[in-house]
């Protein structure tokens, strides 16, 4: 398995039966292999994990099926505006996904997970090669130094609630090989939090910080502190796009 940083929390992610290309919305795109499936995921909305362009991917690969979250609304105005959408969602190749659900797409077992701000994370098994994925999108503590008491609660009861869930769907099966978790420093004195919850609560064995607005030194920061901490995880360190890792 080959993981590739395109940008920001956008990574791909290549497998032997495919290729799951995650949260595009800048970078390059290598050239695909031509005998697998691309399947696309954009976990919600918001312009940093999500552009259209995707759609133009398709041309790229022997097929492509695209998962995006229930927020980016696949209504009369979104397939007038993008034609190529229209014609995926006539092939039926364009699926929209809804939070707290399980779905069957191909050989793809996809569980979502509600979001902390919009849309949803991805849970993606990939049976026949008996691997498991996780991108979080915005999925994260996202606590911030002018917070109120009341915004501080509701956000850790939102956040532990939904890894939460990750936890459970988790333990049937052992741990998760690849997760693509935010570790943001405009967050400052919080910028580890949400990392440091996501490893103390599920097993993994690889980690990809992402979010980080390219200010990668924040990664050797977060290893730095924490050291030996998390002996069964690998905490990849990322230092500009376009990088290759072999797993």
């Known amino acids: 398995?080959?993981?590739?940083?395109?940008?920001?929390?956008?990574?791909?992610?290549?497998?032997?039966?495919?290729?799951?290309?995650?949260?595009?919305?800048?970078?390059?795109i290598?050239?695909?292999?031509?005998?697998?499936?691309?399947?696309?995921?954009?976990?919600?909305?918001?312009?940093?994990?999500f552009d259209p362009e995707i759609f133009s991917f398709s041309e790229m690969a022997d097929r492509a099926e695209y998962l995006l979250s229930y927020d980016i609304k696949l209504n009369g105005h979104f397939f007038r505006k993008y034609p190529q959408a229209a014609n995926l969602r006539?092939?039926?190749?364009?699926?929209?996904?809804?939070?707290d659900e399980k779905y069957v797409i191909d050989n793809l077992k996809i569980d979502t997970i509600?979001?902390?701000?919009?849309?949803?994370a991805f849970l993606v098994s990939v049976p026949r090669e008996h691997k498991r994925i996780y991108h979080a999108?915005?999925?994260?503590?996202?606590?911030?130094?002018e917070d109120t008491k009341q915004e501080y609660h509701n956000m850790t009861a939102m956040f532990q609630r939904s890894v939460g869930r990750l936890t459970e769907l988790v333990q049937d099966g052992g741990m998760v090989d690849v997760a693509f978790l935010p570790l943001d420093p405009r967050q400052e004195q919080y910028e580890f939090c949400?990392?440091?919850?996501?490893?103390?609560?599920?097993?993994?064995?690889?980690?990809?910080?992402?979010?980080?607005?390219?200010?990668?030194?924040?990664?050797?920061?977060?290893?730095?502190?924490?050291?030996g901490q998390y002996p069964e995880t690998a905490i990849h360190t990322i230092t500009e796009r376009g990088e290759c890792y072999e797993i």
Request: net charge negative; with cysteine.
């Open 1 to 28: 398995m080959k993981v590739q940083y395109i940008g920001h929390s956008g990574f791909l992610v290549t497998m032997e039966s495919c290729c799951l290309l995650f949260d595009y919305y800048t970078g390059t």
């Open 30 to 49: 290598p050239k695909l292999p031509g005998d697998r499936p691309l399947y696309v995921f954009s976990s919600h909305r918001h312009q940093d994990h």
């Open 90 to 99: 006539d092939q039926g190749r364009l699926h929209s996904l809804r939070s």
């Open 114 to 120: 509600k979001s902390t701000d919009e849309g949803v």
């Open 137 to 145: 999108g915005d999925l994260n503590w996202w606590i911030w130094p």
């Open 194 to 227: 949400g990392m440091e919850y996501y490893l103390e609560h599920v097993p993994v064995k690889h980690v990809f910080p992402m979010h980080c607005w390219e200010q990668y030194d924040i990664i050797p920061r977060f290893l730095e502190a924490h050291g």
